[in-house]
Nanobody
């Protein structure tokens, strides 16, 4: 059974930083892509950032220059470093892994940016 466990969410002031982590465990092999999505109240789920097994990254325009996605492949872990956070970044952030054409999702972690 594959499990994705996110951590690192919380409450932060505008301009602050957080680092999210997502560890994949269980019977998972040949990971192709790892990434982060988010959903805020009243909005659709949106892509935040992805990183492929080859190291290619993709970011939403709204987070470019502020967020950085990275991995520790030996630990099957993906990170999202979030800097210069804005109130509009407030959302539940979900970890996503694509392995052998199957999507796996974490349960989500809340990020709240507020003064």
């Amino acid at each position: 059974q594959v499990q994705l466990v996110e951590s690192g969410g919380g409450l932060v002031q505008p301009g602050g930083s957080l680092r999210l982590s997502c560890a994949a465990s269980g019977n998972i092999f040949s990971i192709n892509v790892m990434g982060w999505y988010r959903q805020s109240p009243g909005k659709q789920l949106e892509l935040v950032a992805t990183i492929s097994s080859g190291g290619s990254t993709n970011y939403a325009d709204s987070v470019k220059g502020r967020f950085t996605i990275s991995t520790n492949n030996a630990k099957n872990t993906v990170y999202l470093q979030m800097n210069s956070l804005k109130p509009e970044d407030t959302a539940v952030y979900y970890c996503n892994v694509v392995a052998r054409y199957i999507n796996y999702w974490g349960k989500g972690t809340q990020v709240t940016v507020s003064s």
